[in-house]
């Protein structure tokens, strides 16, 4: 069996093919970019339509096969960007009723967890899921994923994101932010953990006044991502206890982050559990992810899927992973 996906909940689209065996064929990828500000959503949307046709076209050359090897086709639904979301899913519906194959709909965030556990061969970790718009704290239990701890404003991605913008790195920021704490050292930001969730935006509000009364980039750098990091290995540890995990596994665009990667490696090592990151290529927004989750849900219940009509599936903007049923664990 081979997935064709599409992938277009934010700065990315992306087309990919899978088989059934997790095996990635092709994945092909462009990403939205901006100088001067963050992720315009309709602009994102104009980059996602002039692009998608010739990177369909590139996926299925470099995979060396044409649409009538495909056997079913998953679509990013949500959550998402609603103006980025419709631009995969127009192009997923026409290639399905052009080629008559069951269109599955995926939640993008399920996928990153999924995309995951193939590609660190971990069984049942404590997930935490860095992504730009997303931080949560994620694990299996009584059938579902389910948050057990969250950020109460912003994403960690886009809180970096935006600290970039206010000391002109562009995005996205994170890559730069990471190459400048190398250099600065520590100043107090403050530190914000409710319980089990996260609260970014003050410390990053902190950070930005700091910078506009001289304080250098490379040290608001430094201290933002300690704080932040510190904050996320601090739940994450607390949410492994509370549901006895010996795995983690850091997925999302900030699993690129050397630095996060340290923090739970020592935290993991002293309560002896294993943990685990996405590699590079595959810890952002790809449909890499999309193409495998839609064989997982596809092979569960493929019955629901065959007799579904594409007239009834449509964007979920704000999805979140507790609503998704669970049908392949």
């Given at each position: 069996?081979?997935c064709?996906a599409?992938?277009?909940?934010?700065?990315?689209?992306?087309?990919?093919?899978?088989?059934?065996k997790?095996k990635i064929?092709?994945e092909?990828?462009?990403?939205?970019?901006?100088?001067?500000t963050?992720?315009?959503p309709l602009?994102?949307?104009?980059h996602h339509?002039?692009?998608r046709?010739e990177?369909?076209?590139?996926?299925?050359d470099?995979?060396?096969?044409?649409?009538k090897?495909?056997d079913?086709i998953?679509?990013?639904?949500?959550?998402g960007?609603?103006p980025c979301?419709?631009?995969?899913?127009?192009?997923?519906?026409?290639?399905a009723?052009?080629n008559k194959?069951p269109?599955?709909?995926v939640?993008?965030?399920i996928?990153?967890?999924?995309?995951g556990?193939?590609?660190?061969?971990?069984?049942d970790?404590?997930?935490i899921l860095?992504?730009?718009a997303n931080?949560?704290i994620?694990?299996?239990?009584s059938g579902?994923?389910?948050?057990?701890?969250e950020?109460l404003d912003?994403g960690i991605g886009?809180?970096?994101?935006k600290f970039g913008?206010a000391?002109?790195?562009?995005?996205?920021?994170g890559?730069?932010?990471?190459?400048?704490a190398?250099?600065?050292?520590y100043?107090?930001?403050?530190y914000?953990v409710?319980g089990?969730d996260?609260s970014?935006?003050g410390?990053l509000t902190k950070?930005?006044d700091?910078f506009?009364?001289?304080?250098s980039k490379?040290d608001l750098c430094?201290?933002?991502q300690?704080?932040y990091f510190?904050m996320?290995?601090e739940?994450?540890?607390?949410a492994?206890?509370h549901v006895?995990?010996k795995?983690?596994?850091l997925?999302?665009?900030?699993a690129?982050?050397?630095?996060?990667?340290?923090?739970?490696n020592i935290?993991c090592?002293e309560?002896k559990?294993?943990?685990f990151y996405?590699p590079l290529k595959y810890?952002?927004?790809q449909?890499?992810?999309?193409?495998?989750?839609?064989?997982?849900?596809?092979?569960s219940?493929?019955?629901?899927?065959?007799?579904?009509k594409?007239n009834?599936?449509?964007i979920?903007?704000?999805?979140?992973?507790?609503?998704?049923?669970i049908?392949w664990?």
């Amino acid at each position: 069996m081979i997935c064709l996906a599409i992938e277009s909940t934010a700065h990315t689209f992306s087309v990919a093919l899978v088989n059934d065996k997790g095996k990635i064929l092709s994945e092909i990828r462009d990403m939205y970019t901006s100088k001067e500000t963050g992720i315009i959503p309709l602009e994102a949307a104009t980059h996602h339509r002039n692009v998608r046709d010739e990177l369909l076209k590139k996926c299925f050359d470099e995979a060396k096969i044409n649409i009538k090897d495909i056997d079913i086709i998953a679509v990013a639904a949500g959550p998402g960007l609603p103006p980025c979301l419709l631009t995969g899913m127009e192009l997923a519906k026409k290639l399905a009723h052009e080629n008559k194959l069951p269109l599955i709909f995926v939640n993008h965030l399920i996928a990153h967890l999924e995309i995951g556990k193939l590609l660190t061969h971990t069984k049942d970790p404590v997930f935490i899921l860095a992504t730009g718009a997303n931080t949560q704290i994620i694990a299996f239990e009584s059938g579902k994923y389910r948050v057990f701890g969250e950020t109460l404003d912003t994403g960690i991605g886009n809180a970096l994101d935006k600290f970039g913008r206010a000391i002109n790195l562009g995005f996205p920021a994170g890559p730069k932010i990471e190459e400048l704490a190398k250099k600065g050292k520590y100043v107090d930001l403050g530190y914000v953990v409710k319980g089990m969730d996260l609260s970014f935006s003050g410390i990053l509000t902190k950070a930005i006044d700091l910078f506009k009364r001289g304080v250098s980039k490379e040290d608001l750098c430094y201290s933002l991502q300690e704080t932040y990091f510190s904050m996320l290995t601090e739940v994450t540890e607390r949410a492994m206890a509370h549901v006895n995990k010996k795995e983690a596994l850091l997925i999302g665009g900030v699993a690129a982050n050397k630095r996060l990667i340290e923090m739970l490696n020592i935290m993991c090592k002293e309560r002896k559990a294993k943990s685990f990151y996405v590699p590079l290529k595959y810890s952002g927004d790809q449909a890499a992810m999309i193409a495998y989750t839609g064989i997982l849900q596809y092979k569960s219940n493929k019955k629901y899927y065959n007799n579904l009509k594409l007239n009834d599936i449509d964007i979920n903007p704000n999805w979140r992973v507790e609503q998704v049923n669970i049908t392949w664990l």
